[in-house]
């Protein structure tokens, strides 16, 4: 089943930039590719907008990508990137937030701002991936937004990502804010049904996989989510094919269920033991510990925050929970919740480190976490 456009989808292209171009990360986004070509759904009507970026040279930068995880704005934007900086003289500065800061933070440290100002200066162009990360640095902030007067002065591109979350109040100062709306803002959404068909038919072939245009269908309607998620499900289903010595490549219906029976009794388990290690990671608790008898202030707390999420992320029941968390009881478990809900309500310093953990669990669970079978080369 070819890849081919309607009129629910279209087509951006997706041009490859050569690492010999770019000063900073060359490999941001490596891997977001469907024939080269972005498929969008009529939800993302401003990106048409990016199908000719030389209209975009006279525009007022910076062109500023938004969205989840795996939409594919990071490729779309060095894509854009790339074709705006083609003949100019200088390479693409392409930096994520953090190493940003990173930079920042050593050059102020080696006494080196004028060098690390004029090394921008001196780039086609900038690309910044990620923005939303410089909101704990102030510092980081101010200095981004004299580097965009700067760069402004000279026309030169600035091409940049970020989370949905990322014009909330209290993200960025005000100054950058201001700095950063004044220029052009597209929402990158995940594809929609239509796209997503498309994108399955053409991961399918990639796979050496075929099927019927009702499977497909079938698998757009329960595979909701974004282009990276169903290459990791293809991925899957390869592996478990293999697993089970089935060489035929032709997916049916009667296969998927099969499939899907297979994934769902691991699924719970590798999304409760990935709650845990992510708890234990933030908390500095050690998951036995989490999952033993200790009743010291820290380890009761970080093993009502798994209760916590466990029961807000995975609903599971307070008998289920108990058996995770050591054979507690259920008024046990009521009581974890109970505390970890309030200390939300009551110190917005902990509800803000309790939200970061929540994204870094969702985002891990998008991602797939850790297969329960080997994944093919």
Same mark, same amino acid.
């Given at each position: 089943?070819?890849?081919?456009?309607?009129?629910?989808?279209?087509?951006?292209?997706?041009?490859?930039?050569?690492?010999?171009?770019?000063?900073?990360?060359?490999?941001?986004?490596?891997?977001y590719?469907?024939?080269?070509?972005?498929?969008?759904?009529?939800v993302?009507v401003?990106?048409?907008?990016?199908?000719?970026?030389?209209?975009?040279?006279?525009?007022?930068?910076?062109?500023?990508? *938004?969205?989840? &995880?795996?939409?594919?704005?990071?490729?779309?934007? $060095? =894509?854009?990137?790339?074709? @705006? +900086?083609?003949?100019?003289?200088?390479?693409?500065?392409?930096?994520?937030?953090?190493?940003?800061c990173?930079?920042?933070?050593?050059?102020?440290?080696?006494?080196?701002?004028?060098q690390?100002?004029?090394?921008?200066?001196?780039?086609?162009?900038?690309?910044?991936?990620?923005?939303?990360?410089?909101?704990?640095?102030?510092?980081?902030?101010?200095?981004?937004?004299?580097?965009l007067?700067?760069?402004?002065?000279?026309?030169?591109?600035?091409?940049?990502?970020?989370?949905?979350q990322?014009?909330?109040?209290?993200?960025?100062?005000?100054?950058?804010?201001?700095?950063?709306?004044?220029?052009?803002?597209?929402?990158?959404?995940?594809?929609?049904?239509?796209?997503?068909?498309?994108?399955?038919?053409?991961?399918?072939a990639? *796979?050496?996989? &075929?099927?019927?245009?009702?499977?497909?269908?079938? $698998? =757009?309607?329960?595979?909701? @989510? +974004?282009?990276?998620?169903?290459q990791?499900?293809?991925?899957?289903?390869?592996?478990?094919?293999?697993?089970?010595?089935?060489?035929?490549?032709?997916?049916?219906?009667?296969?998927?269920?099969?499939?899907?029976?297979?994934?769902?009794?691991?699924?719970?388990?590798?999304?409760?033991?990935?709650?845990?290690?992510?708890?234990?990671?933030?908390?500095?608790?050690?998951?036995?510990?989490?999952?033993?008898?200790?009743?010291?202030?820290?380890?009761?707390?970080?093993?009502c925050?798994?209760?916590?999420?466990?029961?807000?992320?995975?609903?599971?029941?307070?008998?289920?929970?108990?058996?995770?968390?050591?054979?507690?009881?259920?008024?046990?478990?009521?009581?974890?919740?109970?505390?970890?809900?309030?200390?939300?309500?009551?110190?917005?310093?902990?509800?803000?480190?309790?939200?970061?953990?929540?994204?870094?669990?969702?985002?891990?669970?998008?991602?797939?976490?850790?297969?329960?079978?080997?994944?093919?080369?």
């Amino acid at each position: 089943m070819a890849l081919t456009s309607d009129l629910a989808t279209f087509f951006l292209p997706i041009t490859g930039i050569d690492p010999a171009r770019i000063v900073g990360v060359a490999n941001i986004g490596a891997g977001y590719c469907v024939n080269n070509q972005f498929v969008g759904c009529p939800v993302n009507v401003g990106l048409k907008y990016l199908a000719n970026p030389d209209q975009l040279l006279d525009s007022d930068w910076p062109l500023i990508l *938004f969205g989840p &995880s795996g939409t594919g704005k990071t490729a779309i934007a $060095l =894509s854009i990137a790339s074709r @705006v +900086t083609d003949g100019s003289p200088g390479k693409l500065a392409a930096l994520t937030a953090k190493d940003f800061c990173h930079r920042f933070a050593n050059a102020i440290e080696t006494n080196s701002t004028a060098q690390f100002r004029q090394s921008l200066f001196a780039a086609a162009g900038l690309f910044l991936d990620d923005i939303d990360q410089l909101k704990k640095y102030p510092a980081a902030q101010n200095e981004l937004t004299f580097l965009l007067d700067q760069l402004a002065i000279q026309s030169k591109p600035v091409i940049m990502t970020a989370d949905p979350q990322w014009l909330d109040s209290g993200c960025l100062v005000p100054k950058l804010h201001s700095r950063l709306t004044s220029g052009l803002c597209l929402h990158v959404h995940p594809p929609g049904y239509d796209a997503r068909r498309l994108i399955i038919a053409d991961t399918a072939a990639q *796979f050496d996989c &075929s099927m019927s245009i009702e499977v497909c269908d079938y $698998l =757009s309607t329960v595979l909701s @989510v +974004t282009y990276p998620r169903i290459q990791l499900f293809f991925a899957q289903l390869g592996a478990w094919l293999k697993s089970q010595s089935i060489s035929e490549r032709q997916i049916d219906r009667t296969l998927l269920d099969s499939f899907f029976e297979h994934s769902n009794r691991y699924s719970k388990k590798r999304s409760v033991d990935s709650i845990l290690r992510l708890v234990s990671k933030a908390t500095g608790i050690r998951v036995i510990d989490i999952k033993g008898k200790s009743r010291q202030q820290s380890t009761a707390l970080a093993r009502c925050i798994v209760v916590y999420f466990l029961r807000h992320h995975l609903n599971m029941s307070f008998a289920g929970i108990g058996q995770v968390v050591g054979g507690r009881d259920h008024s046990t478990i009521m009581h974890s919740l109970k505390r970890v809900e309030m200390l939300i309500f009551e110190n917005e310093v902990q509800a803000t480190a309790l939200r970061e953990l929540e994204q870094a669990i969702i985002e891990n669970q998008l991602a797939g976490m850790e297969a329960d079978y080997e994944q093919p080369v």
